[in-house]
């Protein structure tokens, strides 16, 4: 199959505070840096590989660079001339032709392809990372069975360049499930030399080395201070990128991040506060990208296993008491699409994220309160620290309103590093949370989100049947191009996640990102983190 088909055939399926002498940074302007790209932000990687034990959103962006998949999405130009991926075509990376079948899809590999130590990449390396993926638990296992990736058999080698994957069922997020981070490729033999019994797969190697074939390999990583990346030269996997080297710096302050893009000192800073991203919006000195996070939104979460919010009279209350306005203005200034004051919970149509039918109306939580036959409720708002230039005034603002309706809540502020620990406890009472999903389909939030396999994310811990039927129903119809019944199970489980109140819409973010102005390239992905391959340094 050439480049042509193969498209056709798939396109429709703490350190940074010490750092304030300019000199330091100087580098960043000399004419040695031309391929060296310096960048800035919050928080660094926790751990070098996605299918670690509790890796944080930064340790995503190591993954995705340093390690191949089979498959990648192409990407497009947006209406503001921005770029983006595009959700419904791809292309290959280590694959150089796939056929899809009934019920299978088979990748024929590019021989020429080689890990970082030089060794070739085979079919036997993929079905084992493959494996892998689906073995070692936790999000990386529920991330492949969201595209009905489900076990080991599935994953056959036909011969030492071509590799079959076996469908479990018909599944239209099966073949985009291998776009995303969690099924790179590793190289197997390295791996197998440093894994032990007690942790077959290498986990403890790979948290501190990249093992892949990908773009950059890390050469230096500090914790919490700095990541170094280096390219290698021998990737095969697209166009050889620009840059030669990516210095990624920890700078936890958000004012020393700005001081450093405005001096010029730094070539890229990511995930800007909304408040910082409004100001420097104003000034022509850089450049401001935001794009709407796509499959995400901010919601108040309700912990309905018990009390006091396992009562629907109690959580409908919580929705009509928010000061919905009030939060956008305070924590986002205007850079969010809001996620309230829709014509009702019973949604029309299958758009999403859509508004729900929640608006600020404190007589009606009153009312809903006092049905509810609860009183005298005192519990915690908890939210991740890591976010709390936006989750710190959500978290006070809900906390005033729901004191109106007599419910008392005291303030948790967990930090960063802590926080998916603490999600996955599930204790929490209530909590302001994000979540977006990668695959950008409502039943893939909802599978997530809200279905009965109570996975990591379904922080609320709601399980329901009739839920569950509506998106298994809602993914079975997408597989066989039942448009009609899809739509109206869509319809249905947003409806009813809507009514029932296990986790109240707020608002859409955007993901915000500022340049120098020598910086092109920059792609918004799904994963919301750089992509250091498409960037070029003028």
Known sequence: MKRRDFLKSVSGLAAGAMVPAPAIWSPAKADARSETLLVVTESGPNNLDIHGVGTNRPGYEASWNCYDRLITHETKTLPDGTLSYDRDKFKPELAEDMTIGDMSVTFKLKKNAKFHDGTPVTAGDVKWSLDRSVSVGGFPTVQMRAGSLVNKEQFVVVDDSTVRIDFAKKDRLTVPDLAVIVPGIYNSGLLKKNATEKDPWALDYTKSNTAGSGAYKVTSWKPGVETVYERHEGWVGGKMPQLKKVIWRTIPSQGNRRALMERGDADISFDLSSKDTSEMKKEPKLV??????????????????????????????????????????????????????????????????????????????????????????????????????????????????????????????????????????????????????????????????????????????????????????????????????????????????????????????????????????????????????SIVKG
């Open 288 to 533: 401001i990208i935001s794009n709407p996070i796509g499959n995400g939104m901010y919601s108040v979460e309700l912990n309905v296993k018990n009390p006091p919010f396992d009562n629907l009279k109690v959580r409908q209350a919580v929705a009509y008491a928010l000061p919905y306005q009030k939060i956008m203005d305070a924590a986002m200034f205007g850079l969010a699409n809001p996620l309230f004051g829709g014509p009702s919970n019973k949604v029309a149509d299958i758009a999403w994220p859509a508004r729900s039918g929640y608006t600020t109306d404190m007589d009606k939580a009153k009312a809903l309160m006092a049905e509810s036959g609860v009183s005298g409720i005192d519990t915690t708002v908890s939210f991740d620290l890591g976010a709390g230039d936006i989750c710190e005034p959500i978290a006070v603002l809900v906390q005033e309103s729901l004191g109106q309706i007599g419910i008392k809540t005291t303030i948790n502020k967990v930090p960063g590093a802590n926080w998916r620990s603490e999600m996955a406890k599930k204790s929490m009472p209530l909590m302001v949370n994000f979540f977006s999903g990668w695959l950008d389909y409502p039943e893939y939030f909802f599978f997530w989100c809200y279905s009965g396999q109570n996975a990591i994310f379904n922080t609320p811990s709601y399980v329901n049947a009739d839920m569950d039927t509506l998106i298994d129903g809602a993914r079975a119809a997408a597989a066989v191009g039942d448009k009609e019944k899809y739509a109206r199970d869509v319809e249905g489980f947003i409806s009813k996640a809507y009514d029932e109140a296990p986790r109240i819409p707020l608002f859409q973010p955007f993901l915000n990102v500022a340049t120098q102005k020598n910086i092109s390239g920059y792609v918004y992905w799904f994963h919301r983190q750089l992509d250091y391959r």
